[in-house]
């Protein structure tokens, strides 16, 4: 079956603007999350999302939004981009939150 | 809140012997999931092995085997008889047991990255 599909895979913005990225869960997952992946950071949970409701945020500031479709995809929107925000941005997708699977990601560069 | 540490930023071993890798985490919950997960060049996260708290006996995947020591909150990876394509960033993941609202989220440690010398 079809595994987790992230696009765009590479993405060149400038600071000030905005992005938005998408993921398509497994068919039949419904739970989304999202995570950021920097070399100083690491990997920081940013949201979770289950049936459409965002059920979990992690600690980052209000610029980071997200949203799932009926169909359980998702996006996640970052507005007013920093050059901090340049990073790879991971979804996952999973049945009852038991095993998690990964897209293979959307670099960001922010310049 | 839990957290997660490896300590160790790199490892190396030769092709064909074992190698572990560390991870310690910090919790007062009692039902909880840890995870080791591999992030090959390709950086997609696939999942390794499953340790569930509540479960007295070391999982086991093939050549992967965890050593999950819970009083001491320790929770190492084995890898057996080493290839070139186990050359990766491995991490080590912890879930709550309860993985609703606030839990429903993984905690990574650094990571490590793993050579594999031929």
């Known amino acids: 079956k079809a595994g987790v599909t992230q696009t765009p895979r590479y993405l060149i913005k400038t600071r000030g603007q905005q992005v938005t990225l998408s993921c398509s869960p497994i068919?039949?997952?419904?739970?989304v999350s999202w995570y950021q992946q920097t070399p100083g950071q690491g990997l920081q949970f940013l949201f979770e999302?289950?049936?459409?409701?965002?059920?979990n945020k992690g600690n980052f500031p209000g610029r980071f939004s997200g949203r799932q479709f009926s169909n359980s995809r998702s996006e996640m929107n970052v507005s007013t981009l920093e050059l901090g925000d340049s990073a790879l941005y991971l979804c996952a997708s999973s049945v009852r939150n038991r095993d998690y699977t990964f897209g293979s990601g959307t670099r960001l560069t922010v310049v | 809140a839990q957290t997660v540490t490896q300590s160790q930023p790199e490892m190396s071993v030769q092709e064909a012997e074992t190698v572990t890798l560390s991870c310690t985490y910090d919790t007062s919950e009692s039902d909880y999931y840890l995870f080791w997960y591999k992030q090959p060049p390709s950086r997609q996260m696939i999942l390794v092995i499953r340790q569930e708290a509540y479960k007295q006996q070391n999982a086991t995947e093939n050549r992967f085997s965890v050593n999950f020591q819970k009083a001491a909150k320790s929770f190492s990876l084995k890898i057996s008889d080493s290839q070139l394509g186990d050359a990766a960033m491995y991490f080590c993941a912890y879930r709550s047991g309860s993985p609703t609202g606030a839990n429903s989220k993984l905690t990574f440690g650094k990571g490590i990255t793993l050579s594999v010398r031929p």
């Open positions: 068919s039949g997952h419904r739970s």
């Open positions: 999302y289950f049936s459409e409701t965002q059920r």
